[in-house]
């Protein structure tokens, strides 16, 4: 089962936000959990306060972070949801959040610049892409050596590695239609994919379609690499659903990165089942999720506030066989390399 610690209803507008989590929560406390808050609240406290004292006493801040997340793992995977979004709430007020927002990846997911957790700049800063060298350069040297670990954490490895994978999805489609290879990116963000594709410069691309909600990352992409090639647009996936954009056209390839994290189970295969109406014949979907075996998922949702939807291989599975007639799709699911994000593909017969 996908571990999916808030209760939430979200809109597949987006702007997923942690209060949207935490706002439509219908988890309420009652006396039975009173003794499993006063037992986690103080354990909490302690390794609150231990952070707090290392940096204080300027201990090497990847030891600090590593067991400060470490123990935030442990807290989320044996409290209840209920007790859970209650440390939250304590971790968030101690002191030592000052000195781990000093680290630009928190901080930027934290403050939220653009209103909503996991925009594409925030991206940027774990993919480590010029775009935000600044915003790490104009930390403090706390922050940075903050950064240093939190951007080397095996989910953010993983985040790095599924933009290689993309770009290698994309140049293995051109590979196989020929050179004249249409693709739709759903959930595009900045589209960093395009700028370490091969095919991409070589001219073996067709049309990228890449969709966001997002007008900023659409401005980006506009800005950075629209064209006849790339046309980047604003839509969401409620748009995509109440079929809102009129006739995209037919696609090779179909995918969605960083955004299966935010859908619950019923708006997840709603959307599969619309992203498969625009793959052609021999063409294929793929989706990305980050696993329920990140252990940085504490951390997440504490001091960078961040909360996502954790899946299975087996919960992917289940959305594709809830989604398509496996007749009609040779499907796979897989991991990447250290297992924080699971992929799935379809490919039409
Ligand atoms: C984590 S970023 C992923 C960006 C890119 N696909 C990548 O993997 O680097 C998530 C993106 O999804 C977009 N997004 C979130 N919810 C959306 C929705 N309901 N419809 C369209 N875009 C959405 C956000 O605007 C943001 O750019």
């Known amino acids: 089962m996908s571990t999916v610690k808030p209760s939430i209803s979200i809109d597949e507008q987006s702007l997923i936000t942690s209060e949207l989590f935490r706002g439509k929560s219908v988890v309420q406390t009652d006396d039975n959990t009173d003794g499993e808050i006063l ?16 940096f204080e006493n300027a201990r090497p801040a990847a030891e600090i972070v590593a067991r400060l997340a470490g123990d935030l793992h ?34 930027w997911s934290f403050t939220k610049p653009r209103g909503y957790s996991g925009d594409a700049s925030l991206l940027d800063l774990y993919y ?7 915003e790490v350069a104009e930390a403090t040297p706390r922050g940075r050596e903050i950064y240093d670990y939190t951007v080397n ?38 589209l960093r994919e395009a700028e370490i594709c091969k095919s991409l410069p070589a001219g073996k691309i067709k049309r ?17 690499i629209g064209g006849a090639v790339v ?7 409620m748009g995509l659903l109440k079929r809102s954009y009129g006739h995209l056209g037919d696609f090779d390839l179909v995918y969605a990165s960083g955004l299966y994290d935010y859908l619950q189970r019923k708006v997840a295969i709603k ?9 052609r014949p021999g063409g294929m979907l793929l989706f990305a999720n980050f696993s329920d075996e990140i252990t940085s998922d504490g951390y ?28 009609a799709f040779d499907c796979d699911v897989w991991y990447g390399t250290n297992r924080n994000i699971v992929y799935g593909t379809l490919r039409r017969k």
Not at 156 to 173: H, M, N, S
Not at 305 to 315: E, H, K, V, Y
Request: proline fraction near 4%; include cysteine.
């Open 39 to 54: 037992e986690y609240s103080g354990k909490l406290s302690i390794i609150l306060e231990l952070a707090k004292q290392g």
């Open 128 to 134: 480590q892409h010029p775009s935000m060298a600044s």
């Open 74 to 107: 442990q807290m989320r995977a044996t409290s209840s949801t209920a007790v859970w979004e209650k440390l939250v709430a304590i971790a968030q007020d101690h002191p030592v959040a000052e000195f781990l927002a000093e680290d630009p990846l928190s901080n």
């Open 208 to 224: 990228w379609v890449a969709l966001d909600q997002d007008p900023v990352s659409v401005g980006v992409m506009t800005r950075d």
């Open 300 to 327: 997440m949702e504490t001091f960078m506030d961040w909360p996502l939807i954790l899946r299975s291989a087996d919960d992917m599975w289940d959305i594709i066989n809830a989604s398509v007639d496996r007749n």
């Open 271 to 279: 959307l599969m089942q619309r992203m498969v109406e625009f793959v």
């Open 153 to 190: 954490v095996p989910a953010c490895a993983a985040g790095r590695e599924r933009c290689q994978i993309l770009a290698r999805t994309v140049d293995e489609a051109a590979e196989r239609a020929g050179g004249d290879v249409e693709i739709f990116a759903v959930a595009a963000g900045h």
């Open 231 to 237: 046309q980047p647009m604003t839509g969401s996936v």
